[in-house]
C-alpha cells in the first residue's frame, strides 16, 4: 500500500509561483495514477490535475496553463507547479492516487494536505 504526504504550500502574491510535492511511501508508486485535489473554506473538494502511470496528464480548465503535474518515479514524488497564482487558488492541495482511473474525490482516506494561500 502506498501512503502519501503533501508539502510545498505557503503564502504567496498574486501572480507568484509555488511547488507542491507529493512524496510516496511503500511498494507500487510507479503503477500509481496521483491526483492532486484542493478545498477551499466552505467548498467540495475538486480535483486539480492527474498524471498517470505513463505520464499522461490532465488538468481542470481553472488551472490549465499555469499549473503543471509532474512525476519522479525513482524519488517516489508527484509534483505540481503553480504558476500565475491567482485568490482563487487559496485552498488546501492534497494528493491522493490508485492503480486504476483517478477523477473523483472518492478516496476513503485522506492526508492532511498543505495550505496554498494567494494574497497580497
Known amino acids: 500500500q502506498v501512503q502519501l504526504v503533501e508539502s510545498g504550500g505557503g503564502l504567496v502574491q498574486p501572480g507568484g509561483s509555488l511547488r507542491l510535492s507529493c512524496a510516496a511511501s511503500?511498494?507500487?508508486?510507479?503503477?500509481?495514477?496521483v491526483g492532486w485535489y484542493r478545498q477551499a473554506p466552505g467548498e467540495q473538494r475538486e480535483l486539480v490535475a492527474t498524471?498517470?502511470?505513463?505520464?499522461?496528464?490532465n488538468y481542470a480548465n481553472s488551472v490549465k496553463g499555469r499549473f503543471t503535474i509532474s512525476r519522479d518515479n525513482a524519488k517516489k514524488t508527484v509534483y505540481l507547479q503553480m504558476n500565475s497564482l491567482k485568490p482563487e487558488d487559496t485552498a488546501v492541495y492534497y494528493c491522493?492516487?490508485?492503480?486504476?482511473?483517478?477523477?473523483?474525490?472518492?478516496?476513503?482516506?485522506w492526508g492532511q494536505g498543505t495550505q496554498v494561500t494567494v494574497s497580497s
Open positions: 511503500g511498494s507500487f508508486f510507479s503503477i500509481y495514477t
Open positions: 491522493n492516487g490508485r492503480i486504476g482511473a483517478v477523477g473523483a474525490a472518492d478516496f476513503g482516506s
Open positions: 498524471i498517470t502511470s505513463a505520464g499522461r496528464t
